[in-house]
């Protein structure tokens, strides 16, 4: 199992990135599959999950600002970030739950600029 994050950037309050993961290994479409993030000093925390049904949660904290999506066809997630704020800056990881193992992308870092 494999996952591929990408899009993590430096931005400015108020302003957009669009993560983007790949995953390989498994039965993508049936899987759900999440966004966690960790900012510095403090634990991982889940941002967004969607399940094969398209059913998305979010964590309050982004609720309205953060949209995840999933394409089963291409086996990718994607998390649009809008309206993003300082406290927003973490390591974003696409991660899956697959027979019993958790599976972490490498990480994406997400930093403000002044």
Known sequence: VQLQASGGGLV?????LRLSCGVSGINFRINTVDWYRQAPGEQRELVASINSG?????????????????????????????????????????????????????????????
Not at 12 to 16: F, M, R
Not at 60 to 65: H, I
Request: with cysteine; charged share 20%; net charge positive.
């Open 54 to 114: 398209g059913v998305a949660n979010y964590a309050d904290s982004v609720r309205g600002r953060f949209t995840i999506s999933r394409d089963n066809v291409n086996r990718r997630m994607y998390l649009q970030m809008d309206a993003l704020k300082p406290e927003d800056t973490a390591v974003y990881y696409c991660h899956v739950h697959f027979r019993g193992r958790y599976y972490w992308g490498k990480g994406t870092l997400v930093t403000f600029s002044s």
């Open 12 to 16: 400015q309050t108020g302003g957009s």
